[in-house]
Protein backbone atom coordinates (compact mmCIF):
# COMPACT_ATOMS: atom_id res chain seq x y z
CA UNK A 1 0.00 0.00 0.00
CA UNK A 2 2.81 2.50 0.75
CA UNK A 3 4.55 1.60 -2.63
CA UNK A 4 1.07 2.32 -4.14
CA UNK A 5 1.07 5.76 -2.57
CA UNK A 6 4.09 7.03 -3.50
CA UNK A 7 4.05 6.15 -6.98
CA UNK A 8 0.57 8.15 -7.23
CA UNK A 9 2.69 11.05 -5.81
CA UNK A 10 5.14 10.62 -7.90
CA UNK A 11 2.73 10.95 -10.96
CA UNK A 12 1.01 13.75 -9.87
CA UNK A 13 4.39 15.81 -9.23
CA UNK A 14 4.78 14.96 -12.82
CA UNK A 15 1.40 15.94 -14.30
CA UNK A 16 1.49 19.20 -12.27
CA UNK A 17 4.86 19.96 -14.36
CA UNK A 18 3.79 19.62 -17.87
CA UNK A 19 0.26 19.42 -18.28
CA UNK A 20 -0.20 23.36 -16.89
CA UNK A 21 1.68 24.76 -20.00
CA UNK A 22 -0.19 22.52 -22.45
CA UNK A 23 -3.92 23.74 -20.97
CA UNK A 24 -2.65 27.59 -21.28
CA UNK A 25 -4.04 29.15 -24.62
CA UNK A 26 -1.22 29.98 -27.01
CA UNK A 27 -1.68 33.50 -28.94
CA UNK A 28 0.38 34.72 -31.79
CA UNK A 29 -0.21 38.52 -32.72
CA UNK A 30 1.00 39.86 -35.99
CA UNK A 31 2.63 43.72 -36.18
CA UNK A 32 -0.14 46.16 -37.85
CA UNK A 33 1.28 46.70 -40.85
CA UNK A 34 -0.45 50.09 -42.17
CA UNK A 35 1.32 51.74 -39.11
CA UNK A 36 4.43 50.46 -39.83
CA UNK A 37 4.18 51.08 -43.48
CA UNK A 38 3.13 55.18 -42.74
CA UNK A 39 5.95 55.37 -40.30
CA UNK A 40 8.74 54.21 -42.66
CA UNK A 41 6.93 56.76 -45.50
CA UNK A 42 7.11 59.40 -43.24
CA UNK A 43 10.70 59.14 -41.92
CA UNK A 44 11.70 58.95 -45.89
CA UNK A 45 9.48 62.10 -46.76
CA UNK A 46 11.73 63.97 -43.53
CA UNK A 47 14.89 62.28 -45.81
CA UNK A 48 14.01 63.47 -49.06
CA UNK A 49 12.80 67.27 -48.05
CA UNK A 50 16.43 67.11 -45.78
CA UNK A 51 18.10 66.56 -48.93
CA UNK A 52 16.46 69.19 -50.72
CA UNK A 53 16.98 71.81 -48.33
CA UNK A 54 20.47 70.85 -48.19
CA UNK A 55 21.16 71.07 -52.19
CA UNK A 56 21.34 67.79 -52.57
CA UNK A 57 18.70 66.82 -54.42
CA UNK A 58 17.02 69.36 -57.54
CA UNK A 59 13.46 70.11 -57.52
CA UNK A 60 12.98 67.44 -60.54
CA UNK A 61 14.57 64.80 -58.37
CA UNK A 62 12.29 65.91 -55.23
CA UNK A 63 8.97 65.26 -57.21
CA UNK A 64 10.18 62.08 -58.41
CA UNK A 65 11.14 60.57 -55.45
CA UNK A 66 8.18 61.74 -53.98
CA UNK A 67 6.20 60.40 -56.42
CA UNK A 68 7.99 56.70 -55.80
CA UNK A 69 7.10 57.19 -52.22
CA UNK A 70 3.71 58.05 -52.82
CA UNK A 71 3.09 54.90 -54.79
CA UNK A 72 4.84 52.33 -52.71
CA UNK A 73 2.59 53.52 -49.83
CA UNK A 74 -0.22 53.19 -51.74
CA UNK A 75 0.61 49.52 -52.86
CA UNK A 76 1.22 48.76 -49.35
CA UNK A 77 -1.55 50.14 -47.60
CA UNK A 78 -3.58 47.69 -49.60
CA UNK A 79 -2.65 44.84 -47.29
CA UNK A 80 -4.86 44.14 -44.51
CA UNK A 81 -3.34 44.57 -41.15
CA UNK A 82 -5.03 42.12 -38.51
CA UNK A 83 -4.06 40.36 -35.33
CA UNK A 84 -4.61 36.80 -35.50
CA UNK A 85 -5.12 34.65 -31.92
CA UNK A 86 -4.34 31.52 -32.90
CA UNK A 87 -7.33 28.92 -31.80
CA UNK A 88 -5.59 26.57 -29.12
CA UNK A 89 -5.05 23.40 -30.47
CA UNK A 90 -3.11 19.98 -29.28
CA UNK A 91 -5.41 19.77 -25.73
CA UNK A 92 -5.72 15.66 -27.33
CA UNK A 93 -2.76 15.14 -26.15
CA UNK A 94 -3.99 16.68 -22.44
CA UNK A 95 -6.14 13.34 -22.10
CA UNK A 96 -3.69 10.87 -23.64
CA UNK A 97 -0.85 11.90 -20.87
CA UNK A 98 -3.52 11.84 -18.07
CA UNK A 99 -5.35 8.69 -18.78
CA UNK A 100 -2.70 6.69 -20.99
CA UNK A 101 0.35 6.72 -18.84
CA UNK A 102 -1.07 5.07 -15.80
CA UNK A 103 -2.75 2.69 -17.64
CA UNK A 104 0.33 2.08 -19.24
CA UNK A 105 2.09 1.83 -16.26
CA UNK A 106 -0.06 -0.08 -14.45
CA UNK A 107 -0.54 -2.96 -17.07
CA UNK A 108 3.02 -3.37 -17.61
CA UNK A 109 3.74 -3.67 -13.21
CA UNK A 110 1.07 -6.09 -13.20
CA UNK A 111 2.16 -7.97 -16.20
CA UNK A 112 5.58 -7.57 -15.71
CA UNK A 113 6.21 -6.95 -11.49
CA UNK A 114 5.81 -8.76 -8.61
CA UNK A 115 3.86 -6.42 -5.81
CA UNK A 116 4.98 -9.09 -3.35
CA UNK A 117 8.53 -8.52 -3.36
CA UNK A 118 7.74 -5.08 -1.46
CA UNK A 119 5.54 -6.90 1.42
CA UNK A 120 6.08 -7.76 4.84
CA UNK A 121 5.34 -11.09 3.81
CA UNK A 122 7.92 -11.85 1.34
CA UNK A 123 10.58 -10.57 4.11
CA UNK A 124 8.89 -13.18 6.58
CA UNK A 125 9.38 -15.85 3.93
CA UNK A 126 12.90 -15.96 4.06
CA UNK A 127 14.01 -18.76 6.44
CA UNK A 128 16.37 -16.15 9.01
CA UNK A 129 17.90 -19.27 10.20
CA UNK A 130 18.73 -20.33 6.44
CA UNK A 131 19.88 -16.71 5.96
CA UNK A 132 22.46 -16.69 9.04
CA UNK A 133 23.50 -20.39 8.03
CA UNK A 134 24.42 -19.32 4.42
CA UNK A 135 26.20 -16.23 5.55
CA UNK A 136 28.43 -18.36 8.72
CA UNK A 137 29.48 -21.03 5.17
CA UNK A 138 30.63 -17.98 3.12
CA UNK A 139 32.65 -16.79 5.84
CA UNK A 140 33.67 -19.85 6.88
CA UNK A 141 34.49 -20.63 3.03
CA UNK A 142 36.39 -16.89 2.86
CA UNK A 143 38.71 -18.19 6.27
CA UNK A 144 39.50 -21.40 4.79
CA UNK A 145 40.68 -19.57 1.54
CA UNK A 146 42.92 -17.03 3.49
CA UNK A 147 44.33 -19.89 5.40
CA UNK A 148 45.68 -21.89 2.21
CA UNK A 149 47.31 -18.67 1.02
CA UNK A 150 48.32 -18.17 5.57
CA UNK A 151 49.30 -22.08 6.49
CA UNK A 152 51.63 -21.23 9.19
CA UNK A 153 48.64 -18.82 10.74
CA UNK A 154 48.04 -20.88 14.20
CA UNK A 155 45.11 -19.08 15.58
CA UNK A 156 43.74 -18.57 12.35
CA UNK A 157 43.46 -22.73 11.87
CA UNK A 158 42.10 -23.07 15.62
CA UNK A 159 39.20 -20.12 14.38
CA UNK A 160 38.80 -22.24 11.25
CA UNK A 161 38.72 -25.58 12.94
CA UNK A 162 35.86 -24.30 15.76
CA UNK A 163 34.55 -22.97 12.76
CA UNK A 164 33.79 -26.13 10.73
CA UNK A 165 33.03 -27.81 14.21
CA UNK A 166 30.14 -25.61 14.92
CA UNK A 167 28.91 -26.47 11.48
CA UNK A 168 29.03 -30.14 11.86
CA UNK A 169 32.00 -30.55 9.21
CA UNK A 170 33.94 -32.88 11.09
CA UNK A 171 36.18 -33.92 8.74
CA UNK A 172 37.19 -30.87 8.16
CA UNK A 173 37.43 -29.64 11.81
CA UNK A 174 40.06 -32.26 11.92
CA UNK A 175 42.46 -31.10 9.21
CA UNK A 176 42.14 -27.35 10.74
CA UNK A 177 43.32 -28.76 14.19
CA UNK A 178 45.77 -30.73 12.85
CA UNK A 179 47.18 -27.94 11.45
CA UNK A 180 47.03 -26.40 14.58
CA UNK A 181 48.67 -29.02 16.88
CA UNK A 182 51.06 -29.28 14.05
CA UNK A 183 52.22 -25.46 14.11
CA UNK A 184 51.99 -25.45 18.49
CA UNK A 185 52.94 -28.28 19.69
CA UNK A 186 51.36 -29.95 22.76
CA UNK A 187 49.17 -27.55 24.51
CA UNK A 188 46.16 -28.77 26.37
CA UNK A 189 43.35 -26.59 24.41
CA UNK A 190 44.69 -27.92 21.49
CA UNK A 191 44.80 -31.47 21.94
CA UNK A 192 41.71 -31.65 23.57
CA UNK A 193 40.01 -29.53 20.36
CA UNK A 194 41.68 -31.79 18.02
CA UNK A 195 40.94 -35.22 19.87
CA UNK A 196 37.12 -33.86 20.21
CA UNK A 197 36.87 -33.11 16.44
CA UNK A 198 38.58 -36.53 15.77
CA UNK A 199 36.42 -38.46 18.20
CA UNK A 200 32.37 -36.76 16.59
CA UNK A 201 34.09 -37.55 12.99
CA UNK A 202 34.38 -41.16 14.27
CA UNK A 203 30.93 -41.13 15.91
CA UNK A 204 31.88 -40.22 18.87
CA UNK A 205 35.00 -42.61 19.50
CA UNK A 206 37.32 -41.90 21.75
CA UNK A 207 39.71 -44.44 20.76
CA UNK A 208 43.05 -44.42 19.52
CA UNK A 209 44.38 -41.07 18.63
CA UNK A 210 41.89 -38.55 20.77
CA UNK A 211 42.51 -40.93 24.30
CA UNK A 212 46.52 -40.37 23.46
CA UNK A 213 45.56 -36.82 23.06
CA UNK A 214 43.41 -36.15 26.02
CA UNK A 215 45.52 -38.13 28.81
CA UNK A 216 48.46 -35.84 27.48
CA UNK A 217 46.10 -32.87 27.69
CA UNK A 218 45.58 -34.34 31.42
CA UNK A 219 49.15 -34.65 32.13
CA UNK A 220 49.70 -31.09 31.12
CA UNK A 221 47.06 -29.39 33.09
CA UNK A 222 44.79 -32.16 35.98
CA UNK A 223 42.41 -29.69 36.78
CA UNK A 224 41.70 -29.14 33.09
CA UNK A 225 37.51 -30.07 32.98
CA UNK A 226 37.08 -30.74 29.65
CA UNK A 227 40.11 -32.97 29.57
CA UNK A 228 39.08 -34.97 32.72
CA UNK A 229 35.36 -35.52 31.21
CA UNK A 230 36.80 -36.85 27.90
CA UNK A 231 39.14 -38.62 30.10
CA UNK A 232 36.16 -40.35 31.81
CA UNK A 233 34.21 -40.73 28.61
CA UNK A 234 37.46 -42.41 27.44
CA UNK A 235 37.81 -44.90 30.03
CA UNK A 236 33.74 -45.64 30.25
CA UNK A 237 34.40 -46.88 26.09
CA UNK A 238 37.58 -48.67 27.49
CA UNK A 239 35.90 -50.79 29.84
CA UNK A 240 37.49 -49.11 32.59
CA UNK A 241 34.46 -47.64 34.89
CA UNK A 242 36.66 -47.55 37.96
CA UNK A 243 39.20 -44.71 36.35
CA UNK A 244 35.94 -42.86 34.79
CA UNK A 245 34.56 -42.43 38.32
CA UNK A 246 37.82 -41.31 39.43
CA UNK A 247 38.28 -38.79 36.98
CA UNK A 248 35.03 -37.72 37.08
CA UNK A 249 34.76 -37.48 40.83
CA UNK A 250 37.30 -35.38 40.53
CA UNK A 251 35.96 -33.08 37.86
CA UNK A 252 32.76 -32.99 40.31
CA UNK A 253 34.74 -30.74 42.74
CA UNK A 254 36.01 -28.29 40.05
CA UNK A 255 32.51 -27.79 38.85
CA UNK A 256 30.35 -24.73 39.84
CA UNK A 257 27.36 -25.96 42.61
CA UNK A 258 24.03 -26.02 41.91
CA UNK A 259 24.92 -26.07 37.94
CA UNK A 260 23.78 -28.20 34.86
CA UNK A 261 26.64 -29.68 34.16
CA UNK A 262 27.53 -30.67 38.02
CA UNK A 263 23.58 -32.45 37.83
CA UNK A 264 24.63 -33.89 34.46
CA UNK A 265 28.12 -35.34 35.70
CA UNK A 266 26.26 -36.67 39.28
CA UNK A 267 23.66 -38.34 37.10
CA UNK A 268 26.34 -40.33 35.22
CA UNK A 269 28.74 -41.24 38.02
CA UNK A 270 25.26 -42.68 39.63
CA UNK A 271 24.77 -44.71 36.77
CA UNK A 272 27.99 -46.01 36.27
CA UNK A 273 27.91 -46.78 40.26
CA UNK A 274 25.15 -48.65 40.14
CA UNK A 275 25.76 -50.24 36.86
CA UNK A 276 29.47 -51.50 37.92
CA UNK A 277 29.40 -51.48 42.03
CA UNK A 278 32.97 -53.51 41.89
CA UNK A 279 34.23 -50.37 40.07
CA UNK A 280 33.02 -48.24 42.78
CA UNK A 281 34.30 -49.96 45.61
CA UNK A 282 37.52 -49.79 43.72
CA UNK A 283 37.65 -46.57 43.22
CA UNK A 284 36.94 -45.80 46.29
CA UNK A 285 39.58 -47.94 48.38
CA UNK A 286 42.25 -46.85 45.84
CA UNK A 287 42.40 -43.23 47.26
CA UNK A 288 43.79 -43.93 50.98
CA UNK A 289 45.61 -46.58 50.02
CA UNK A 290 47.76 -44.76 47.48
CA UNK A 291 48.01 -41.78 49.64
CA UNK A 292 49.00 -43.79 52.42
CA UNK A 293 51.37 -45.37 50.46
CA UNK A 294 53.45 -43.01 48.41
CA UNK A 295 53.85 -39.26 49.02
CA UNK A 296 56.76 -36.90 48.56
CA UNK A 297 56.74 -33.88 51.03
CA UNK A 298 58.15 -30.80 48.89
CA UNK A 299 58.92 -27.41 50.10
CA UNK A 300 58.96 -24.68 47.38
CA UNK A 301 60.75 -21.54 47.90
CA UNK A 302 61.80 -18.26 45.04
CA UNK A 303 65.61 -17.22 45.39
CA UNK A 304 65.46 -13.36 45.85
CA UNK A 305 67.18 -12.05 43.29
CA UNK A 306 64.37 -13.30 40.72
CA UNK A 307 61.90 -12.06 42.95
CA UNK A 308 61.14 -9.14 40.80
CA UNK A 309 61.28 -11.28 37.72
CA UNK A 310 58.01 -12.48 38.68
CA UNK A 311 54.42 -11.58 39.32
CA UNK A 312 51.80 -12.60 42.00
CA UNK A 313 49.27 -13.94 39.59
CA UNK A 314 52.16 -16.38 37.95
CA UNK A 315 51.38 -20.07 38.02
CA UNK A 316 53.97 -22.66 39.90
CA UNK A 317 53.95 -25.98 38.97
CA UNK A 318 55.48 -28.90 41.39
CA UNK A 319 55.62 -32.05 39.79
CA UNK A 320 57.63 -35.23 39.65
CA UNK A 321 59.06 -37.22 36.63
CA UNK A 322 60.21 -40.35 36.04
CA UNK A 323 64.19 -40.30 35.93
CA UNK A 324 64.04 -42.05 32.23
CA UNK A 325 61.47 -42.51 29.73
CA UNK A 326 58.22 -39.98 29.21
CA UNK A 327 58.40 -36.76 30.53
CA UNK A 328 54.47 -36.76 31.83
CA UNK A 329 54.40 -35.88 34.93
CA UNK A 330 53.78 -38.62 37.88
CA UNK A 331 52.23 -36.32 40.18
CA UNK A 332 51.67 -32.71 39.69
CA UNK A 333 50.51 -29.35 42.03
CA UNK A 334 49.40 -26.06 40.38
CA UNK A 335 49.40 -22.93 43.15
CA UNK A 336 50.59 -19.41 42.16
CA UNK A 337 53.65 -16.90 42.96
CA UNK A 338 51.61 -15.46 45.52
CA UNK A 339 52.00 -18.98 47.64
CA UNK A 340 55.28 -19.42 47.81
CA UNK A 341 57.08 -20.26 50.44
CA UNK A 342 55.09 -23.27 50.06
CA UNK A 343 55.06 -27.29 50.78
CA UNK A 344 52.86 -29.79 48.90
CA UNK A 345 52.99 -33.34 49.21
CA UNK A 346 53.03 -35.40 45.78
CA UNK A 347 51.04 -38.98 45.81
CA UNK A 348 49.03 -41.48 43.75
CA UNK A 349 46.12 -39.39 43.67
CA UNK A 350 47.62 -36.55 41.59
CA UNK A 351 48.23 -39.42 39.09
CA UNK A 352 46.26 -39.10 35.43
CA UNK A 353 47.06 -42.24 34.49
CA UNK A 354 46.94 -45.28 36.18
CA UNK A 355 50.03 -46.76 34.38
CA UNK A 356 52.14 -43.47 35.58
CA UNK A 357 52.16 -43.10 39.43
CA UNK A 358 54.39 -42.23 41.37
CA UNK A 359 54.30 -45.62 43.02
CA UNK A 360 55.26 -47.55 40.47
CA UNK A 361 58.83 -46.10 40.37
CA UNK A 362 61.37 -46.30 43.14
CA UNK A 363 63.07 -43.00 42.32
CA UNK A 364 61.63 -39.75 40.36
CA UNK A 365 63.36 -36.39 39.88
CA UNK A 366 61.36 -33.12 41.24
CA UNK A 367 60.84 -30.43 39.47
CA UNK A 368 59.51 -26.94 40.68
CA UNK A 369 58.38 -24.36 37.63
CA UNK A 370 57.16 -21.02 37.25
CA UNK A 371 55.26 -20.01 34.03
CA UNK A 372 53.95 -17.11 32.92
CA UNK A 373 51.84 -18.07 30.32
CA UNK A 374 50.40 -20.88 33.05
CA UNK A 375 51.42 -23.15 30.20
CA UNK A 376 52.04 -27.03 31.73
CA UNK A 377 54.93 -27.37 28.92
CA UNK A 378 58.20 -25.94 29.61
CA UNK A 379 58.87 -23.27 27.45
CA UNK A 380 62.33 -20.57 27.02
CA UNK A 381 61.87 -18.18 30.12
CA UNK A 382 60.22 -20.45 32.86
CA UNK A 383 62.36 -20.43 36.37
CA UNK A 384 62.60 -23.44 37.69
CA UNK A 385 64.55 -25.36 40.23
CA UNK A 386 64.51 -28.92 40.69
CA UNK A 387 65.71 -32.24 42.31
CA UNK A 388 67.94 -34.79 39.96
CA UNK A 389 66.91 -37.73 41.88
CA UNK A 390 64.73 -38.46 44.84
CA UNK A 391 64.08 -42.05 46.54
CA UNK A 392 60.25 -42.63 47.06
CA UNK A 393 61.43 -44.93 50.51
CA UNK A 394 63.34 -41.63 52.10
CA UNK A 395 60.81 -39.41 54.34
CA UNK A 396 62.69 -36.41 54.79
CA UNK A 397 61.40 -33.32 53.41
CA UNK A 398 62.57 -32.49 50.06
CA UNK A 399 63.29 -28.59 49.76
CA UNK A 400 63.81 -27.10 46.12
CA UNK A 401 64.39 -23.37 45.33
CA UNK A 402 64.19 -22.12 42.37
CA UNK A 403 67.18 -20.75 40.68
CA UNK A 404 67.04 -21.01 37.40
CA UNK A 405 65.38 -20.41 33.89
CA UNK A 406 64.43 -22.92 30.97
CA UNK A 407 66.93 -21.87 28.25
Known amino acids: MLFLLIVSVLILIAFLLIL ?24 RLAELKENRLSGGLSQAQYDEQLADLEQAL ?18 WVIYVLALGIPLLAGSLYFTLGNYQAISHSAEMSVDPEALKLAEIN ?26 YKALDQFPKAVDAFANAYRLLGDQAEVMLLYADAIAYANDKNLAGKP ?42 TLLPPNSEALQE ?6 KIESESPQAATQSEADQPTQV ?52 VSLNDTMAMMPTMKLSNFSQVKLLARISKSGNAMSQSGDLIGSIDQVTLADKKKNIIVINGSVK
Open 292 to 343: AGVALEVQVSLAPELLKATSPGDTVFVYAQALSGPKMPLAIVRKQVSDLPLT
Open 265 to 270: IQDLLA
Open 211 to 252: TELVFKALALEPDNMNALWLGGMAKVQQGDPATAIKLWKKLE
Open 20 to 43: PPLWRKQTVQEADLDQRNITIAQH
Open 74 to 91: SDDLEIKSHVTVAKSQGR
Open 138 to 163: KMVGGLAEKMKANPDDAKGWLMLGRS
